[in-house]
């Protein structure tokens, strides 16, 4: 197993970080956050929607894991246009079919599909921000801050994700509608509706336009020899075969999504899976609390693990380990009571805490393909498989059965117990930080040979 490199220079003599990154990374954090607000605000009221609008449960449910769907559908095109143009244009399209989104979204109470057309309108723009995320890291900051930057990614990935899900737990309040119910209630339901759409298009106009406007693709000049022009990348066409061959990447990929992808589902269908157990929409909200401040303890400390024990792999496995055990302590909890589910929710949300790592280690593993095609690739594979892992989910799950609330579990177990195997087989080989310690090297000999050259003939 190889350690990452060690990377405590104090000084870069031949490339600059500039001070504008950070203000360019708070513009990509907001065309990032902008998609999940919007997107993941549904997943907590699905049933709650559908008894509103009278439309089928199913088509929310689906409407939750399809940005599985649209990740699989529109990576290559996001990916494409990253390649050709750079990556402010994908991060103007994301954010421009966000904002349209919510925009139609605000027309729900004239037709349910309006809401529908502008949940499926930002999703289709979500892989464009999020396979930028790596390229965007690289262009701007040294390498040896390319883990900190993308757990600070992770950091607001995590925060977001939790704030959409409690945002219109909040703005309902203690509003709750049965199957049997008054047109009252109804009536009262499709205004509270209507003030959470009104309320996302506000924070939408905050979150897109100044990205739309500001965000720059990379620095004057870039921060390291892999960042630069100098640098020859794969072309992106051939990605397809190159990573189908690399089996560590395809391994990681497996591992990724049957770990953090199993755990989003759990989130996304956590009404579905709790409320056989008697717990309330206040409960799921609490639920969701904790499990960003894990997710947000749990990013710090695998940044912190990966610079102590420098190494990617090791990291990864124990992470994956303690949320396979984890995970099955969590489905007896649910049996057992509330505190003891809580606290089982937050230690499994704490450990998954692995797309800071999971996205930078692919980038190490497929060098010289670019960043923006290795996450496009590991987004293709995984979100498939993600998608594959949500139907039989979404086919079982009824929301109010203990037995299918369990299988459910149980299901997502197995494919958490098998991600350690995957990652297991995974060797870690870090070709992109060895290419730029070792083109650093470089340009410092050259240097002191020309210095050296210069002193002798003026002696």
Known sequence: MNKITSSDREQHTHYVEYPMRW?????????????????????PIVKEMSIIYDVDSRYLQFLTISFTVFSVIMIIPGNI??????????????????????????????????????????????????????????????PEKRILIMVIIALCFNASSGIAIKIPLIILGDYEIKDIHTQAEIDEGRRLMQNLMIFLFGLMVLLCIPPIFFFKSKAPTPPSFTASDQCIRVDYRKAGIIVAKNFDFMYLTIGFAFILG??????????????????????QSN?????????????????????????????????????????????????????FFFIMY???????????????????????????????????????????????????????????????????????????????NVDENLKRQKKDFQEDDEAEKRENAISMLEQSILN
């Open 262 to 283: 199993t755990i989003t589902l759990f989130t996304l269908q956590m009404e579905y899976l709790i409320k056989p157990f008697d717990y309330t929409l206040m409960d």
């Open 81 to 142: 246009i990253n390649e050709k143009y750079g990556i402010r244009i994908s991060i103007m399209i994301g954010c421009i079919l966000t904002f349209i989104g919510s925009v139609s979204a605000m027309l729900i109470n004239v037709s349910f599909w309006f809401f529908f057309l502008g949940q499926l309108s930002s999703l289709i723009g979500f892989p464009f921000r999020l396979i930028s995320a790596s390229k965007f890291v690289a262009n701007w900051f040294y």
């Open 23 to 43: 203000v360019q990374l708070g513009l990509f954090l907001f065309a990032l956050l902008s998609n999940i607000m919007f997107g993941f605000s549904l997943s």
């Open 287 to 339: 639920l969701v609390l904790v499990g960003v401040i894990a997710g947000l303890i749990g990013d710090i400390c695998v940044g912190t693990a990966i610079k102590k024990l420098k190494s990617f792999k090791l990291v990864l496995r124990i992470c994956n380990a303690l949320v396979t055990v984890l995970f099955a302590i969590l489905i007896i909890a649910i049996h057992v009571n509330k505190t």
């Open 346 to 424: 937050f230690l499994v949300c704490g450990c998954s805490a692995i797309m800071a790592l999971t996205f930078e280690f692919s980038c190490e593993l497929c060098f010289p393909m670019s960043e923006n095609t290795t996450i496009a690739m590991l987004g293709l594979f995984g979100n498939l498989i993600n998608f594959l892992q949500g139907l039989p989910e979404i086919l079982i799950l009824k929301g109010d059965n203990k037995f299918c609330s369990t299988v459910t579990m149980v299901l997502m177990f197995c494919l958490i117990a098998g991600a350690n195997y995957f990652t297991m």
